[in-house]
């Protein structure tokens, strides 16, 4: 199984900034098998990036996905208060699709 | 726009089965899997398993023995049963459907989701 490793647990910033969530993979992951969500307390979550860069339907261009092999990045920029969250990542490379921890992002 | 809604038990003893429905409306049922995903009080995601519309079925090796899924095609329902629970398996369980198009069986993302039920394993 590959494990997800999420970093920080945390990341506390302010309205205008950038954030910048980190997801290191167990062992290396095909970029067309990676994605990101966001939850917000008391909802499901929401896909954002899936295939590691591309944006989901209605997903702002604010939110960007990079990485490859076993490093993965969201950054989001001009940070607004309704991206306050927890963010998953997730692989779909290998067997079982598995998620990280999450990061929480406070604004 | 798929719209998916849940429901069942919430309030289990331990030992007991976990059995769970979720009816899908407003999109296609044919070509997906729908998954259940759960998440336990403040912790991450953990897909449990799938089931497509002909009822082929993937399972988590982790909970594999315990776990079956099912689909009614003529109700455009998925359910879950979780036998033997115990309080680790407290949890918010989702159903989701798996990939943006139909038929692309290996593109494992989630989108829609229902909207959770907490089960809750307590003597």
């Known amino acids: 199984e590959t494990v997800l490793t999420q970093s920080p647990g945390t990341l506390s910033l302010s309205p205008g900034a950038r954030a910048t969530l980190s997801c290191r993979a167990s062992?290396?992951?095909?970029?067309?098998?990676f994605a990101w969500y966001q939850q917000k307390p008391g909802q499901a979550p929401r896909l954002l990036i899936y295939?590691?860069?591309t944006r989901a339907t209605g997903i702002s261009d604010r939110f960007t996905g990079s990485g490859s092999g076993t490093d993965f990045t969201l950054t989001i920029k001009r940070l607004q208060s309704e991206d306050s969250a927890v963010y998953y990542c997730?692989?779909?490379?290998?067997?079982?699709?598995?998620f990280g921890q999450g990061t929480k992002l406070e604004i | 726009q798929v719209q998916i809604q849940q429901w069942g038990a919430g309030l289990l003893k331990p030992s007991e089965t976990l059995s769970l429905t979720c009816a899908v409306s407003?999109?296609?049922?044919?070509?997906?899997?729908w998954s259940w995903i759960r998440q336990a009080p403040g912790k991450g995601l953990e897909w449990l398993a799938e089931?497509?519309?002909?009822?082929?079925?993937n399972y988590n090796p982790a909970l594999k023995s315990r776990v079956t899924v099912s689909v009614d095609t003529f109700k455009v329902q998925v359910s879950l049963r979780l036998k033997s629970v115990t309080a680790a398996d407290t949890a918010v369980y989702y159903c989701?459907?798996?990939?943006?198009?139909?038929?692309?069986?290996?593109?494992?993302?989630?989108?829609?989701w229902g909207q959770g039920a907490l089960v809750t394993v307590s003597s």
């Open positions: 989701a459907r798996v990939g943006r198009r139909a038929y692309h069986y290996d593109e494992k993302i989630y989108g829609p």
């Open positions: 407003g999109g296609s049922f044919s070509g997906y899997y």
């Open positions: 089931v497509n519309h002909s009822g082929g079925t």
């Open positions: 062992q290396s992951i095909d970029t067309t098998y």
């Open positions: 295939s590691t860069t």
């Open positions: 997730q692989q779909y490379d290998g067997w079982p699709q598995t």
